[in-house]
């Protein structure tokens, strides 16, 4: 049973335009958020994170907002830029340490 | 910066050999982590450990079993490799409590089981 779930398998946007990817969780339980990103022939490297008790985080370009009665976070990059086409993946984590749920992940293409 | 160094980028090996995939890591993480990656699953946890000779099941241990022996190195083992364990194989490591440090990921491995 998949307890983290990004809906949308790929997404494309305009270079400078905004890129929305959403993850969706089902456990109450996850008290921490992360996105990682993910290139061809390459490990994913983590990129920005959210605890359970905030509702946004902003690194640059990054955005991560969670809403946790909707069990949603989003990742928002803004302006978007071709070396950000890759897959996103959202993790969800438990402090206890024995849950690390990752998402399916979201192809992201940014069009020059 | 962190380096997670996976010893092979691309394995093949035969149904019922016994695999070994090697994972080290050069930043004295405490916690590291074995994944596989699918088409359409994303990553799913396999075994992970927080500390020497200490391992602890994650969503798919059936088929795998884990060494760590040093605090730097964390090996997944495949006692009788099937063709349903032909997939990617990441590895992951991070520092400090349990749950709440980004993990840093290695290269992977995909490795294939005719």
């Known amino acids: 049973d998949q307890q983290v779930k990004q809906n949308s398998p790929s997404l494309s946007v305009q270079e400078g335009r905004i890129s929305i990817l959403n993850c969706d969780y089902t456990n109450s339980m996850f008290d921490y958020f992360l996105w990682y990103k993910k290139y061809p022939a390459e490990g994913p490297t983590f990129l920005i994170s959210i605890s359970s008790i905030k509702d946004k985080n902003e690194d640059g370009r990054f955005t991560v907002f969670l809403n946790k009665s909707a069990k949603h976070l989003s990742l928002h990059i803004v302006p978007s830029q071709p070396g950000d086409s890759a897959v996103y993946f959202c993790a969800a984590l438990t402090f206890t340490g024995n849950q690390f749920y990752f998402g399916t992940g979201t192809s992201l293409t940014v069009i020059p | 910066d962190v380096k997670v160094t996976q010893s092979s980028r691309y394995l093949v090996k035969r149904t019922g050999e016994k695999v070994f995939l090697e994972c080290v890591q050069d930043m004295d993480h405490e916690n590291m982590f074995w994944y596989r990656q699918d088409p359409g699953l994303g990553l799913r946890l396999i075994y992970f450990s927080y500390d020497v000779k200490m391992k602890e099941k994650g969503d798919i241990p059936e088929g795998y079993s884990v060494s760590r022996e040093k605090k730097e190195r964390f090996s997944l083992i495949l006692e009788s490799a099937s063709t349903n364990q032909t997939s990617m194989y990441l590895c992951?490591?991070?520092?400090?409590?349990?749950?709440?440090?980004?993990?840093?990921f290695g290269d992977g491995t995909r490795l294939s089981i005719l």
């Open positions: 992951a490591s991070s520092l400090g409590d349990r749950g709440n440090q980004p993990q840093h």
